[in-house]
């Protein structure tokens, strides 16, 4: 059994900002339990054919961190992968890591005022704080559909990508047209006999403005206080688009204007088209960028079917007018269970409070960060955090650094734990609901991840983003009740 000061879980870009700025605050009593073998979340989980990030990388990196090197603006996996690995080695993260830590389960003990953390291979720990850094997006999401099982071919999630499968020359089915499937249609169709998409909703697309960065550029970008400034462009252009999102989504009819007039210029054939054109209001569920993937679906050798799926058997798929599509491999990109992702776990708070009990009406926190009966317990890119419009990863920042306010009031007052107050917590989620409401995630039409089974929405900050920093950027004590 160890007792490390504090514990964070998961090694992704959150856990690893945590990590750092521990480290910077001069905290270095604490551990990251990772669950694979290999740091990185979700850039190291789905590596499925074009997988790379739909935020230009000189946003979706660390503020402190910023790289000249990006290789693109939208940098591939890998390249992400790497500059988590490069950002753990340079910030002496590395020792802190401990591999195949699959976390089980944890468990506040009110006499004691700690945390026992207990692991898959049976590791107990007991700490004074945990971190959640596990992400949203990691449990794939099945579809429930007849016949699922009998598939004889193989059969795989997007986040699960079967590289021992060679796809080249097969039929090939495709379900799900979300941000992942867009990457990766692609990438499949030129080598595939047939490749069969079926799409439930069709989503926006925006042409996506890649390219690569010359070496002239790369040179350029290491002057002093160049990558900032182009980091900085990129955020205000992204957040304008928070006008439509937080404001009023009539705001949104340019963006729509532009997805139509992609849809127009990359699909010259009308059924084609119709059948790719949403009915829903553009931002309702997130805008997808690419530049080939509608270019894809026009091959003759792709077909997208629109029909639901009644069936699958083992050799095919059958939609809801009858038609049998055979299929030698199937490839879900069907998303994930968000919200399972935090109520799925064993978390105990005071007095025995289970997360199930603590959100059985929905999952909320405050800020996303703090949950009311968890004290010392801080989540990050918790409960409507994520964004439509921008990099989380500024998100995960301002996080992190109203976590190390927290632990600064407890070693200025301390106390051993806080607990934010329920008043507060529902305050601050009462505001939330009345300013998410009647936005376009809830109101524009569609159904996406970002509701819950009640169509209410546990998943996105409903603002700007300068916002969200502002708001983080002190800890209110008369928020909290402190634990002695
Ligand atoms: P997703 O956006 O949830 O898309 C899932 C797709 O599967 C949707 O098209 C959905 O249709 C379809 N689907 C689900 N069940 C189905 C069924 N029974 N029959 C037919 N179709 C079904 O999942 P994702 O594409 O993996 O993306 C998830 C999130 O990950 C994204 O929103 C994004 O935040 C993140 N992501 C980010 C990047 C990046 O580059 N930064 C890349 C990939 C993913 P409906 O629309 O009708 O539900």
Request: proline share 6%; net charge positive.
């Amino acid at each position: 059994m160890g007792e490390p000061g504090l514990v964070i879980v998961g090694s992704g870009f959150a856990g690893i900002c945590m990590a750092v700025k521990l480290k910077e605050a001069g905290y270095h009593d604490f551990v990251i339990l990772e669950k694979a073998g290999e740091l990185g979340g979700t850039w190291r989980d789905n590596t499925y054919p074009g997988c790379a990030c739909d935020v230009p990388s000189h946003m979706y990196s660390y503020s402190y961190e910023l790289n000249p090197d990006w290789s693109r603006m939208f940098a591939p996996r890998e390249e992400i992968q790497d500059y988590l690995r490069a950002c753990a080695a340079k910030y002496g993260i590395t020792p802190h890591l401990r591999y195949g830590k699959d976390v089980v389960a944890l468990e506040y003990h009110d006499g004691r005022r700690d945390w026992t953390v207990t692991t898959q291979d049976g590791e107990v720990l007991r700490t004074n704080a945990v971190v959640s850094g596990i992400g949203a997006l990691h449990i794939p999401k099945f579809p429930e559909i007849v016949g699922r099982e009998s598939f004889t071919g193989p059969a795989f999630h997007s986040a699960e990508w079967d590289h021992s499968a060679d796809l080249t020359g097969k039929r090939v089915a495709v379900i799900g047209t979300g941000a992942s499937a867009v990457q990766f249609v692609p990438r499949l169709a030129p080598d595939a006999r047939h490749l069969t998409v079926f799409q439930r909703t069709p989503p926006w697309v925006h042409p996506k403005p890649d390219f690569a960065f010359s070496p002239a550029a790369r040179r350029l970008l290491r002057l002093p206080g160049a990558a900032r400034t182009l980091r900085g462009g990129i955020y205000w252009a992204l957040e304008s688009r928070a006008l439509g999102f937080a404001v009023d989504p009539r705001l949104m009819k340019g963006h729509e204007r532009l997805a139509l007039r992609h849809l127009e210029a990359q699909v010259p054939d009308p059924v084609l088209r119709r059948a790719l054109t949403p009915d829903y209001v553009i931002g309702c569920k997130r805008i997808l960028i690419s530049s080939d993937y509608y270019p894809a679906l026009t091959r003759p050798n792709v077909s997208l079917v629109t029909d639901a799926i009644t069936e699958i058997r083992e050799r095919s798929i059958v939609d809801a007018a009858g038609v049998e599509h055979e299929a030698d491999a199937i490839v879900y990109g069907t998303g994930f269970k968000v919200v399972d992702a935090l109520t799925d776990r064993h978390i105990t708070g005071r007095d025995g409070l289970s997360v199930q009990d603590a959100w059985k009406g929905g999952v909320e926190a405050y800020h996303g960060i703090t949950a009311s009966g968890f004290p010392n317990l801080f989540f990050l890119l918790g409960p409507n955090t994520g964004l439509g419009h921008n990099s989380v990863v500024f998100m995960i920042e301002s996080q992190v650094r109203y976590v190390i306010e927290c632990l600064r009031l407890l070693s200025r007052t301390g106390a051993r734990a806080l607990d934010v107050r329920p008043r507060a917590q529902r305050g601050y989620n009462d505001r939330l609901r009345a300013r998410l409401d009647p936005l376009v995630w809830s109101a524009g039409g569609c159904r996406s991840w970002y509701l819950d089974e009640h169509g209410v929405n546990r998943t996105l900050w409903p603002g700007f983003t300068f916002e969200y920093w502002a708001r983080t950027r002190r800890v209110k004590p008369g928020a909290y009740e402190l634990i002695f």
